[in-house]
């Protein structure tokens, strides 16, 4: 082959890489730029105070933001109080304690919980979960933010497990041989030194399995009951940022103050998701450098 | 080939143009396109000669295209108002309307529930979230749970608009009529409207379709078909079709098939209520 043919091929694969990557940042700045293009144009109509301080989200009427967030940050949190304690302990049992037989089918096997369609989920949800949390704690409906929580956890301890093992799995081996040579047992040594040390790596896991909480719309929206008023507890009807949008968005007449406001929740969820997203990233970046 | 398919195109054209008076083109609502097509199916079968296209759309674009000559009948789930009034004036247009069926939305409740009827008033306290508790209003000492539809539905909006309420914030918006119907099963201090057709369908033991008055008139179930078709219930809003009146001879074949036995029929089996007496 000629050193020209050669030189332009590489030239011609580097553009076709550089084009793709670029592309995808293209994609991101163009998706961001229409949030906040169409949630400025929200604020210019709105005041925040009604944005912020209504108590109820009724479109036309009022744009109260405040139930919708605190509907997602409490079904997220619950996931997180469910989802994070088993998953690191399901991670550490996975690299620690499984012998190589189990591990071996173990793994898979969550892996694959990540490939459920969320709507099967939420079916779930619905004929299974709701009914359950109904009966335990003596309720006339199931759909509240305790099953969105269950559905939420399930669907992030994929996330969560496959992350912390990863973590776990990076802890230099010398840590524990030498708790174990202290005199520290196997319990010990897991809880004091391993896990410790594994920890930016499992905080990484428990924001990404977080923002993954955050962002599902389908579960959320056929388990929770989306009544729009601020919940009180666990056991009250939720509708998340992420369901209103999706109910919503198929009937609002375009370019109308309703039609902005969808866009405003919207920038304001990404937002969120941003910040979880990068706090997850920077923790799993430290871990990396830690032990490169 | 080519030119084969040339006079094949030509040929459609004029053979469209030729039997133009056997296309009947129906637009609108699209609440009753389903319906409709059903009818045009059955229809077929009878008068193959003639060829029906229904379309969608809304009731809006039903009325403008039979304005503009691209409908023979629009479908509309509500009468027709001043503006168009207006424009049919401008234009010279007379136009007839004809109430092909009925639907009627049934409000549910546990068969523990005491009330048998309700009145509209109280129906508007509940929905509103004005009552939020069954004490309040009867023998129940429980809080009141709405199930109702999610703000996507026209049955939501039919229901909020007939009434002229908001809904209360504490209401569940279920995901279709069979969730409600569900819920409702499992909540005894639930209510809920699901559409009339639906519950005809379903099942719902352990259910009560409540009786609905209005101020002092008679307690009318939503099963009630003639009282439906004399217009008595409250929930129920007729589905018009609108034709341009010279245009009767060549649509009449429809409107009587929807008229006929057959077409009522099937109008029943869709989840609507034909019209027994014409309005």
């Not at chain 2, 060829?51 to 759309?57: A, D, E, F, L, T």
């Not at chain 2, 503009?68 to 007839?96: H, P, W, Y």
């Not at chain 2, 504490?170 to 499992?186: F, R, S, V």
């Not at chain 2, 033991?205 to 939503?222: C, F, H, M, Q």
Request: net charge positive; hydrophobic share 45%.
């Amino acid at each position: 082959m000629s050193t020209q043919i050669r030189e332009r091929l590489d030239n011609t694969f580097r553009l076709i890489f550089q084009s793709s990557g670029l592309l995808t940042i293209l994609l991101l700045g163009g998706i961001l730029f229409m949030l906040l293009y169409n949630s400025l144009h929200f604020f210019s109509i709105t005041s925040f105070t009604d944005f912020f301080f209504k108590a109820s989200w009724d479109p036309d009427e009022q744009y109260g933001f405040i139930p919708l967030l605190i509907s997602t940050l409490l079904v997220s949190l619950g996931a997180m109080l469910l989802a994070v304690p088993l998953g690191i302990l399901s991670a550490a049992f996975l690299s620690e304690l499984a012998p190589r037989r189990v591990q071996a089918f173990l793994k898979p096997v969550i892996e694959l919980l990540a490939a459920i369609p969320s709507v099967a989920v939420g079916f779930l949800g619905i004929v299974l979960i709701g009914p359950a949390i109904a009966k335990v704690f003596g309720l006339q409906n199931g759909l509240n933010a305790l099953n969105g929580s269950v559905l939420l956890a399930v669907m992030s301890l994929p996330t969560i497990i496959t992350i912390s093992e990863d973590a776990i799995n990076a802890v230099p081996k010398a840590h524990k041989e030498a708790s174990l040579a202290l005199g520290a047992d196997h319990w010990q040594t897991m809880f004091k030194v391993t896990i410790p040390s594994a920890m930016p790596g499992l905080i990484a896991a428990v924001m990404l399995g977080l923002g993954r909480a955050l962002g599902e719309t389908m579960t959320v929206l056929m388990a929770t009951g989306n009544a729009s008023a601020i919940p009180k507890s666990f056991l009250d009807s939720v509708r998340t940022i992420t369901a209103t949008i999706a109910i919503e968005m198929g009937e609002v007449p375009y370019q109308t103050r309703h039609y902005f406001a969808l866009f405003a929740i919207a920038a304001i969820l990404f937002l969120i998701s941003l910040i979880i997203n990068l706090t997850g990233e920077f923790f799993a970046n430290r871990i990396r450098k830690y032990h490169a | 080939m080519k030119t084969l398919n040339f006079y094949l195109f030509f040929l459609l054209i004029f053979s469209g143009c030729s039997t133009r008076n056997n296309i009947i083109k129906i637009k609108g609502s699209d609440t009753e396109v389903n319906l409709t097509v059903t009818l045009a199916e059955a229809f077929r079968s009878v008068y193959p000669q003639i060829v029906i296209s229904v379309s969608g759309g809304g009731s809006g674009l039903g009325i403008a295209s039979l304005m503009n000559g691209n409908a023979d009948i629009a479908n509309s789930s509500r009468r027709i108002n001043e503006k168009e009034v207006e424009l049919l004036r401008q234009k010279n247009l007379v136009i007839d309307s004809f109430i092909f069926a009925q639907d009627a939305i049934a409000i549910i409740v546990s068969e523990k529930n005491p009330f048998d009827s309700i009145s509209v008033e109280t129906i508007r306290k509940i929905l509103s979230g004005e009552v939020k508790e069954w004490s309040q209003i009867c023998s129940f000492t429980k809080p009141i749970n709405i199930y109702g539809r999610q703000s996507n539905s026209g049955t939501y909006e039919y229901v909020k608009k007939i009434l002229g309420i908001q809904f209360s914030p504490y209401a569940k918006q279920m995901n279709g009529n069979a969730q409600i119907i569900e819920a409702l099963k499992a909540d005894d201090s639930g209510i809920g409207y699901v559409s009339a057709g639906y519950v005809l369908k379903g099942n719902i033991t352990g259910l009560k379709l409540l009786k609905v008055y209005d101020n002092e008139k008679r307690a009318v179930s939503p099963l009630d078909a003639e009282a439906i078709a004399r217009g008595e219930y409250f929930f129920q809003r007729p589905l018009y079709q609108y034709f341009r009146k010279n245009d009767w001879n060549r649509i009449a074949p429809f409107i009587e098939f929807e008229k006929s036995e057959t077409g009522k029929r099937i109008i029943l089996k869709s989840g609507y209520y034909p019209l027994m007496t014409t309005i």
